[in-house]
C-alpha cells in the first residue's frame, strides 16, 4: 500500500511501478464508473435494514388504523 501512495504522489523511483489496466472501463470511457449498488453495505446489512423497513411499515398502519377505528373501538379491544 505504501508503494501505491508513492506511486500516486509521483516520487522519483516509483513512476512506471504501477500502470492503468488498458481494458478497464475507467481507462476506456475516460470517466469514473459508478460505485456497485449497495457498495458500502454487505448483505446481512442490507437484510437488516429491510426487516427495520418493514416493522416501520407495519407499525404506522397499526398506528393509522387506530386512529381512524379510535371511536369504534372500547378501550383494550385489538383493531386486529
Known sequence: AARRVLWYLQCPG???LYAPDPRAAAVLSREI??????WACDRAEIA???KAERKTVLM???NRL?????KQL???ESVW
Open 14 to 16: 516509483y513512476d512506471a
Open 60 to 62: 404506522r398502519v397499526q
Open 66 to 70: 387506530q386512529q381512524e377505528f379510535a
Open 33 to 38: 464508473p459508478p460505485p456497485p449498488p449497495n
Open 48 to 50: 437488516e435494514l429491510q
Open 74 to 76: 372500547k378501550p383494550g
